[in-house]
C-alpha cells in the first residue's frame, strides 16, 4: 500500500524513530543498518568497504553516503500489500523519491543536534569535528530542501513517543487509514 521515506540531518532521530515503528510491530527499516545505503567515492563511483572513523579532514568533499537504488526499488515491491518505512538520509535522495509514496522530515534545532550527536550510542557519526561541522551547515538546509519537495514536516525536538506517532499520523492521514 505505501512505502514512506523517513528522512532527517544526521541526529535527527531516524534511527531512534525506526526502532520505535518496529516495537508497535511496522515495517521498518533503518537505511544505515540494513543494507540500503552505503559510502562511495565521487571521483571514482567506487564503493567504500572500511571507511575511517573518525574522517580525516577533506574526507566528505571527496565521498558521499548514498542509498541504494536497487534496494529500495525492492523493498518497494514488497511494500505493496502493507506500508513499510525506511528510515535514514543520503545525498542522492532525489534519485530514489519517485519509488516512496510519502516522505516524512525530522527536523530539530541546532543545540540538539549537537546534544544527539555527542551522546549517541549507536554510531559516532558527528563526534569529529569535521563531520559536526557537516551536519550542522546541513541541518537548515534539510528542511527547506524537504519542504519544496513537499515532505511532512515533523519536530523531532519532541519525546520519542511522540515522534513516532507523528509518523504514523502522517502516513494514516494521506491514506484515511
Known sequence: MALVWVTGNSGAGKSAVCAVLRTRGHVALDADEDGFSRWVDRTRGEVVTDPPSPVPQGWLDRYGWVVVRERVEALAEESRSGVAFLCGSAENEADVLDLFDV????????DTLRHRLATRTTNTFGRHPEELAAALKWNPLTRA???ARGATIIDACKPL???ADDVID???GLFGD
Open 145 to 147: 530542501i524537504h519542504e
Open 103 to 110: 516522505t516524512v522530515c525530522l527536523v530539530i534545532d541546532d
Open 170 to 172: 502522517a502516513v494514516q
Open 161 to 163: 513517543t511522540e515522534v
